[in-house]
Structure formats: C-alpha cells, structure tokens
C-alpha cells in the first residue's frame, strides 16, 4: 500500500464547478504539500501545511492531522486549472508523493 | 528575482554513460534537493542538500550522487546509465524546510 494516497486518479469538471481532491497518508509528518504539475513537466508548489487550513484565490487546502487526512478544494473551476495535482509529505528524513490527480476542466 | 535553473533541460545518454545535471536554487536558499519522476514510479526523493551538506537520500543506488557547492548551486551525477534512468529529473530549492519552489527538469533519456 502506498504511504501516500490521492483521490480520484482522474477528475473531470465543468467549468465553474468545485472540486476536492483527498490525500491521506500514513506515516509522521512535518508538513504537508500540495503540487500543480502541468503538461511540460513543470511543478507549481501550492501549499504548504502543517495544520488546519490555507486559501490563495479560487485554492483552499485543508489538512487534519489527526485523521493523517488534506484535502485540495478548487473554488469556480476554469480550464485553466487543468493540471495534475500531487499531495506530497515531508518526514524526517524524505519527501513522499502521491500518485496524482489528473484534473480536466471543460469549457 | 530568478526562479529555480536547471540545465540542460533535455539530455539523450547512451547506457553505460554518466551524466551531471546542474540545479541553479533562488538566491537566498541554502536548501536544494532532487527528485525523480518516471511515468511508473510518479515522482521520488533523491536527495537533499542544505550548506553543502547532503541531509537526506531517498533509496536510490549508489550510482546516483550529488554535491552542493558553497553558492548552493549543486549538481547530481549518474553513472554507468541505465535505460531505466530516463525521466525527468526535478530540482526544488528552499529558505530551510519552507516551500520549495521547483525548476522545469531536465528530461534524460537513455537509448
């Protein structure tokens, strides 16, 4: 099982919806990331946390520590925000990576 | 202020080969590290370098190494090339353990 899991894998959306994008995990962490990868292969860094919750525009990401649970909502979806979404924790010792949403937002 | 540089941003290797890949961090962090990412594996830690000093290493084998040099700007290396070492090869830098702000890659492929 993978220390760090995401979901959905793939998301379609109209624009204008909202979305919500899980990450749960299950080792100890310091914090937190949320990464926007668009197609190129460049990586946006969202967010970083390591408790309760952080907005920047239409992005909010929400994290429970307790539950080892964050979610990454996207407020009035636009085409734009099509990207892959990667939740990443920091441990001691590394960084960890889940597998990706792939998100596609239609006009 | 400059982003995180990363050259070459593609490089074709024969096996067998070596390769050195460059990471120029924003200025003002001390912290860089590496990643991998393949479309099998998604993305992996390498490494970590904070004041020249590697601070952490992902499970990788010993023909993946790096350096960070006194400016911060570092440089991993791969020896003896395998076709399974092509990917894009991902460089964050950072004030500390703060966000990490990501180069473009370089893609190595191994024919």
């Known amino acids: 099982k993978n220390e760090v899991e995401q979901s959905p894998q793939n998301l379609t959306a109209q624009e204008g919806e909202f979305i919500t994008i899980n990450c749960s995990y299950s080792?100890?962490?310091?914090?937190l990331h949320w990464l926007q990868q668009h197609p190129g292969g460049g990586i946006v860094s969202l967010f970083m946390?390591?408790?309760g919750k952080k907005k920047h525009g239409r992005l909010i990401a929400t994290i429970n520590i307790q539950e080892k649970h964050s979610s990454l909502h996207i407020t009035a979806s636009h085409p734009r925000d099509s990207a892959v979404y990667i939740c990443?924790?920091?441990?001691?010792?590394?960084?960890?990576f889940g597998a990706g949403t792939r998100l596609t937002v239609k006009p | 202020k400059a982003g995180v540089t990363q050259t070459p941003r593609y490089l074709i290797k024969t096996r067998g080969q070596q390769v050195t890949l460059s990471c120029s961090p924003i200025?003002?962090?001390?912290?860089v590290s590496w990643y991998q990412q393949t479309p099998g594996q998604g993305l992996q830690f390498l490494f970590e370098?904070?004041?020249?000093?590697?601070?952490n290493k992902g499970n990788f084998p010993g023909r993946f190494s790096g350096r960070q040099f006194s400016n911060s700007r570092s440089e991993m290396n791969v020896s003896t090339l395998e076709l399974g070492d092509s990917a894009l090869y991902l460089c964050?830098?950072?004030?500390?353990?703060?966000?990490?702000?990501f180069g473009q890659g370089t893609r190595l492929t191994v024919v």
């Open positions: 964050a830098s950072s004030i500390g353990q703060g966000a990490a702000f």
């Open positions: 080792v100890g962490i310091s914090a």
């Open positions: 946390l390591s408790s």
């Open positions: 990443a924790v920091r441990s001691v010792n590394d960084m960890r």
């Open positions: 200025s003002g962090h001390r912290s």
């Open positions: 370098y904070f004041s020249e000093t590697q601070r």
